[in-house]
């Protein structure tokens, strides 16, 4: 048994509507709790991390653990690829957060960590066999041993998700140095039934910026947020047109199409078949109101004595050709024209926090979609590194 595990993941849990007939005109979301893999944030569970990203809970080592409950225990170093360490140069078309990897093998049991160096990748390894571990032993004592936590995602299914974007996005770019190089990666993965084996790699995008305001397009022709979260999005709304464009070829449009990951809805229109489920894989926390923190800080119970605890909790916008955000309430232009754009006024584009916010309430599935098919909802949004759960709950949800 090879329980495949990469980085720390997080994962917010969002559930879409149940089916009505006929389907209203605005449909309210119904939205989870946004769950740590490997348990609640507010139950003080540890929090598995992504290249070894200390837990503000954990009073040990991983690694120490492990060596202290299970015999036999064994850790193999190599590059992010499976190259030996013996290679007198590593892979240059490695990322630098999957540089190394380490394999623990329990007895017959084996999990896997990436990090930037090896004693992070090692870390890693150990918090994701703990995690299964942990997963697997709550199972045995529980009456529905496959069922994950409401509103939490296994994380083996998590760690999944995550390696099949990082590994589609290696394979892509194999042998092309010059794309290969990116600061967030970001990726959709659909999943029937919740089954690791029937994960599918929809969308795999980078990007960290977005365009000045003397770049938009009257015609539509320029894409304004090229932040990979937001291109993931939009490929979802590509291949959704694609599902929807294998009815339109069928000599009866309402017959159910068993590899679609559609079907038709009594009454009129398309949704989302109950078996499939929609998970946003990112590198780090989003950009905007989930990502104002501090690497190192640990939260603590109210009330909050931060000193920059009054810029939290704000709808942010990104800055134009560069990196990073700023408060609405801190622009002078609050209601954006076009008019006033093309004479020099900042563009107001919403941070991706903000973003992930709203798909939680509208869907993915964007306007013109929502004539054809049901709200598109996130089941999960699972992050690798760089993350402060705490900050991600307020941001995706509280903002709701």
């Not at 590994?167 to 290969?180: A, G, P, Q, R, W």
């Not at 960290?208 to 539509?220: A, F, I, L, N, Q």
Request: aromatic content about 4%.
């Amino acid at each position: 048994m090879c329980a495949v595990s990469e980085f720390q993941c997080l994962e917010p849990a969002v559930k879409a509507l149940p089916p009505a007939a006929p389907p209203p005109a605005a449909p309210a979301p119904a939205l989870a709790r946004l769950d740590v893999a490997n348990g609640k944030e507010e139950s003080g569970s540890p929090v598995s991390s992504l290249f070894g990203a200390a837990s503000p809970a954990a009073h040990k080592s991983p690694i120490n653990v492990l060596y202290e409950n299970y015999s036999g225990l064994a850790f193999t170093c190599s590059f992010g690829d499976g190259s030996p360490l013996t290679d007198t140069q590593a892979p240059l078309q490695l990322s630098h957060s999957m540089r190394f990897k380490v394999v623990c093998q329990i007895k017959e049991q084996k999990f896997e960590g990436y990090g930037s160096s090896k004693k992070l990748a090692k870390l890693a390894a150990a918090r994701s066999a703990l995690a299964a571990l942990e997963e697997g032993r709550a199972g045995r004592t529980d009456t529905t041993p496959a069922a994950a936590p409401q509103g939490a995602l296994h994380q083996t299914l998590a760690d999944h998700i995550g390696k099949l974007v990082n590994e589609k996005f290696n394979e892509l770019m194999k042998n092309d140095l010059v794309h290969s190089k990116r600061k967030v990666l970001a990726g959709i993965v659909i999943t029937t039934h919740n089954r690791i084996d029937d994960a599918r790699v929809i969308a795999v995008t980078t990007g960290t910026k977005c365009v000045s305001g003397e770049h938009m397009s009257v015609s539509g022709r320029a894409v304004n947020d090229c932040h990979a979260e937001v291109a993931a999005r939009r490929c979802l709304q590509r291949h959704l047109y694609a599902q929807l464009l294998m009815y339109a070829n069928q000599p009866d449009p309402r017959q159910p199409l068993e590899e679609n990951d559609l079907e038709p809805v009594e009454g009129g229109g398309y949704q989302l078949k109950a078996s499939r489920a929609v998970h946003l894989y990112v590198s780090t926390a989003p950009c905007g109101d989930g990502r104002i923190f501090s690497p190192h800080e640990h939260h603590h119970a109210e009330p909050d004595k931060h000193p920059n605890r009054l810029a939290r909790g704000q709808l942010r916008t990104k800055i134009e050709s560069g990196e990073g955000t700023i408060p609405v309430k801190n622009c002078n232009n609050v209601m954006q024209t076009w008019d006033g754009v093309m004479q020099g006024e900042r563009l107001l584009t919403m941070s991706c926090s903000d973003k992930v916010a709203r798909w939680c309430v509208c869907g993915l599935q964007g306007a013109l979609l929502s004539r054809l098919i049901r709200p598109v909802y996130l089941t999960s949004l699972v992050l690798g590194s760089l993350l402060h759960p705490h900050h991600m709950y307020r941001s995706v949800l509280l903002l709701n």
